[in-house]
């Protein structure tokens, strides 16, 4: 975060954006969504040999009420998709979505009648990770690419963009 | 006495075919007589316990041999008019038995015509058919007769076809589930 300080006065000054965002991006809550063996790499990296919540990822929520970032680490049944669509419409803005693995990208090896061919077309993802199942680095990574993205983000432009629409489509 | 002696001796006149491959017994029998030969099987066999429910679908199979067939016949000889049989039962339901005082198993095997998928079900006699029976009629569609609650176990109930047979497309017919906040 950028700041300047006030020479011996105790102020510091920056822009509200980039306090949002530092805000934001040191605590990504996670919310778990383990379907299948990927669970089992990002519980790996939730314990503590690779230990996530160094980054921020303290808490894992296991109520999409209570986290930002929903990690869909397994295959996603056809069946499955309403649930998912249900759970990511629960979790409150803002929201990211990371999607673990090859089934969860593309549909993986289970190009059959019964699997969605990849969460993408179901709910907007931000980060992919691949790899079957990927490692506990890759999920690190991923998350690590993510709080990137969030301190890039410009949370009250956008506010300001829908309210300046709303005003416009109120006219 | 073996259990191919106790077998022939318990289904007498129900027994249609009966064949052993490296030690494991299967016995087919007619669809309309399977409660009693399963609840025989059950009181005087001893096969106590049902492992499994499954279906076998054999488009293939078949297609496979007619066409083998004909190409025997044709390098052979053409003017010999063949009589035309019927076709096989196109589905099979295959029980699994297993008497667990004994450790013996059975397969009980049941041919099931495509316009005709009734089937009686086992759940009376053995409590355990209820999901077997239903992933059957999920993936192949046999109506199990007497089944106290036949809907879809694997697929979602507004799924209209059923998988496993032959003749579905291994990526589907592009079905898709939708939100429906009732259901989920």
Request: charged share 30%; aromatic share 10%.
């Amino acid at each position: 975060m950028n700041f300047q300080a006030i020479q011996g006065e105790g102020w510091l000054l920056t822009k509200a954006e980039q306090l949002i965002n530092w805000g934001r991006s040191r605590s990504p809550w996670p919310f778990p969504y383990g379907t299948a063996c990927c669970g089992i790499e990002l519980m790996c990296a939730l314990a503590s040999g690779y230990d996530m919540a160094r980054f921020g990822a303290e808490r894992v929520a296991f109520t999409p009420r209570q986290c930002d970032v929903l990690i869909e680490a397994g295959t996603i049944t056809k069946k499955m998709v309403p649930v998912l669509k249900r759970i990511y419409a629960q979790m409150a803005e803002p929201k990211w979505v990371i999607a673990v693995g090859a089934c969860a990208c593309t549909g993986g090896v289970f190009r059959t009648y019964s699997t969605q061919q990849g969460i993408g077309s179901v709910i907007p993802v931000d980060i992919y990770i691949p790899g079957c199942p990927p490692r506990p680095e890759g999920i690190l990574y991923a998350l690590l690419k993510l709080i990137d993205k969030i301190e890039a983000d410009h949370p009250l432009y956008k506010q300001r963009q829908k309210v300046v629409e709303a005003l416009e489509a109120g006219k | 006495m073996s259990l191919k002696e106790r077998i022939k001796e318990c289904l007498e006149e129900d027994l249609l075919e009966l064949t052993e491959f490296r030690g494991d017994l299967c016995v087919e029998v007619p669809k309309n007589r399977v409660l009693e030969v399963m609840s025989k099987l059950k009181k005087e066999a001893g096969f106590d316990f049902l492992s499994d429910v499954f279906g076998v679908d054999n488009l293939d199979l078949y297609a496979a041999k007619a066409k083998k067939a004909k190409k025997k016949t044709g390098e052979e000889e053409e003017e010999e008019p063949k009589k035309k049989e019927p076709p096989p039962p196109r589905f099979e339901v295959m029980y699994l038995l297993l008497s667990l005082s004994t450790n013996e198993r059975l397969q009980v095997k049941v041919r099931v015509p495509e316009d005709d998928m009734d089937v009686p079900s086992v759940t009376g006699i053995w409590r355990s058919a209820t999901w077997p029976e239903r992933e059957a009629f999920d993936m192949f569609g046999f109506r199990f007769k007497g089944h106290p609650n036949l809907r879809r176990l694997l697929m979602w109930d507004e799924f209209e076809d059923h998988p496993l047979r032959k003749d579905y497309p291994l990526e589907g017919k592009g079905e898709e589930r939708h939100l429906n906040y009732d259901t989920v």
